[in-house]
């Protein structure tokens, strides 16, 4: 896939890569710290274990600051989408430890 549609899903593609490896890499330190107690916390451990290492290869492709930023404030609404289409999900049961 060659010109500006296949760059672009070769960039999406970077993109879940980067922090899919993350969340592989850098979660094993976050729980060997101890298991967070509340789901915000993992939320946030979560996000920050994607963020960092898609940040890290948008500016090592050449991307702005801006762009990187806006990617990282793009995931949190996404994640709070997904989380409201299911809400019982999140709200259930399942959710006590």
């Not at 896939?1 to 993109?15: A, C, I, K, N, S």
């Given at each position: ?15 879940l ?9 850098l979660?094993?330190?976050?729980v060997?710290l ?14 920050f ?14 991307h702005?600051?801006?762009?990187a930023?806006?990617?990282t404030?793009?995931?949190?609404p ?7 289409l ?6 259930g ?5």
């Open positions: 896939m060659r010109g500006p549609t296949g760059r672009f899903v070769m960039h999406y593609v970077e993109m890569v980067a922090m899919f490896a993350g969340m592989l890499v979660w094993m330190p976050l060997a101890g298991p967070p107690d509340a789901t915000e916390l993992e939320l946030i451990g979560m996000a274990t994607m963020t960092v290492p898609m940040v890290a290869w948008m500016r090592y492709r050449g702005g600051w801006a762009p930023w806006e990617m404030a793009a995931m949190f996404a994640m709070l989408v997904a989380m409201l299911r809400r019982s999900e999140y709200t049961h399942a959710m006590a430890h």
